[in-house]
């Protein structure tokens, strides 16, 4: 992965606030980089970059954080999905999704959510999250637009996932 700028400066006339953008094209060298996987491009405010920092330095995961920026398809209640590109997989979930599997996904997001989700492997390589994934939407309260966080992680017999949304 080739280091490019610790960030990117997109403040605007609208507004006086330093962002710093990210993607899987657009690298860091912020302590957080390498310990994140930017699934698409995110724009970055400074409760975001906290948030996110703040996580890091709490816990460095086995496998990296997903943060990504959520859009209209994720949302979707009733045909909601979460997907995850190609490199992400993978890296870090091919192993666990050997076949379709359903996962504990957990979110302390304003309320508590526990519920399971089914995940799986599909034939343009990506990992997909479906069963269940719009429970999961409407109860971490996630809009169009918002910046999520994946921590996947290996529990005592099967990947589990929780996600939060960094601070807006």
Not at 30 to 44: I, M, Q, T
């Amino acid at each position: 992965m080739a280091a490019g700028p610790s960030y990117v400066n997109l403040s605007d006339s609208k507004s006086d606030e330093e962002t710093w953008l990210r993607g899987p094209t657009i690298y860091g060298m912020e302590f957080f980089d390498k310990h994140c996987h930017f699934g698409n491009e995110v724009e970055l405010t400074k409760a975001n970059l906290d948030h996110l920092k703040s996580q890091v330095n709490d816990y460095k995961p086995q496998i990296p954080y997903y943060v990504c920026k959520m859009g209209k398809t994720t949302n979707n209640l009733t045909r909601g999905k979460m997907t995850f590109n190609k490199e992400y997989t993978e890296e870090h979930l091919k192993n666990y999704l050997t076949v379709p599997t359903t996962i504990p996904i957990t979110s302390n997001t304003n309320a508590w959510v526990g519920t399971r989700v089914r995940i799986n492997k599909v034939a343009t390589g990506h990992a997909v999250i479906t069963t269940n994934w719009p429970d999961v939407v409407m109860g971490a309260e996630i809009k169009d637009g918002d910046i999520c966080m994946f921590c996947f992680y290996d529990g005592t017999r099967e990947l589990g996932c929780f996600v939060t949304r960094l601070s807006n």
